[in-house]
C-alpha cells in the first residue's frame, strides 16, 4: 500500500515554508510512517516531550486529509472567486464564476500522486500570501 503522509522531504518543505507543525496529525520514526492518535488531542510538540527519553528521532507529517482540511476552501481573486476542487485527476483551484477570456483554473498541483499536488499547492498558496497558517 501506498504510503498516505507527506515525505521527509515534503515535510521539510512544508515547515520551511511556515507550516506549523503542530498541525501534524502524524509522525515518522526515520522512514517508517506512524500514525499516532495522540498527536491530534496534543501536538506533536507534546509528542516530542513524551518520547524524549526514546533514542528514535520523531518527524511531523501530514496526510492528505488533513493537508485538503488545512487548506482554504476559497480564494479570492481579481475577477473570480476560486473554489478548491481535490479529485483523482488533481488538485486546483476552479473559478466560481467563469468568465470569457479569464483564467479559469489557479494554483494547479503538479506531481506523481496526491500528497505531491497538494504540497505544491500549498506552496503555491504560501507564496501568493492565500494561505493563513491556523
Given at each position: 500500500?501506498k504510503?498516505?503522509?507527506?515525505?521527509?522531504?515534503?515535510?521539510?518543505?512544508?515547515?520551511?515554508?511556515?507550516?506549523?507543525?503542530?498541525?501534524?496529525?502524524?509522525y515518522?520514526?526515520?522512514?517508517?510512517?506512524?500514525?499516532?492518535?495522540?498527536?491530534?488531542?496534543?501536538?506533536?510538540?507534546?509528542?516530542?516531550k513524551?518520547?524524549?527519553?526514546?533514542?528514535?528521532?520523531?518527524y511531523?507529517?501530514?496526510?492528505?486529509?488533513?493537508?485538503i482540511?488545512?487548506m482554504?476552501?476559497?480564494?479570492?481573486?481579481?475577477?473570480?472567486?476560486y473554489?478548491?476542487?481535490?479529485?483523482?485527476?488533481g488538485?486546483?483551484?476552479?473559478a466560481?464564476?467563469?468568465?470569457p477570456?479569464?483564467?479559469?483554473?489557479?494554483?494547479?498541483?503538479?506531481?506523481?500522486?496526491?500528497?505531491?499536488?497538494?504540497?505544491?499547492?500549498?506552496?503555491?498558496?504560501?507564496?501568493?500570501?492565500?494561505?493563513?497558517?491556523?
Amino acid at each position: 500500500m501506498k504510503d498516505c503522509f507527506t515525505t521527509l522531504e515534503q515535510s521539510a518543505k512544508l515547515i520551511e515554508l511556515g507550516l506549523d507543525i503542530c498541525t501534524a496529525d502524524g509522525y515518522r520514526n526515520g522512514k517508517n510512517p506512524t500514525i499516532a492518535r495522540t498527536i491530534k488531542d496534543h501536538g506533536f510538540n507534546a509528542l516530542l516531550k513524551r518520547k524524549k527519553a526514546t533514542k528514535d528521532k520523531l518527524y511531523p507529517c501530514w496526510s492528505a486529509l488533513r493537508l485538503i482540511e488545512l487548506m482554504p476552501p476559497v480564494v479570492q481573486g481579481f475577477i473570480s472567486d476560486y473554489r478548491l476542487v481535490v479529485n483523482r485527476d488533481g488538485v486546483w483551484y476552479e473559478a466560481i464564476q467563469k468568465k470569457p477570456g479569464y483564467n479559469h483554473f489557479i494554483y494547479d498541483g503538479e506531481g506523481d500522486d496526491i500528497i505531491a499536488k497538494l504540497v505544491d499547492v500549498i506552496e503555491m498558496l504560501k507564496k501568493n500570501n492565500d494561505f493563513q497558517n491556523e
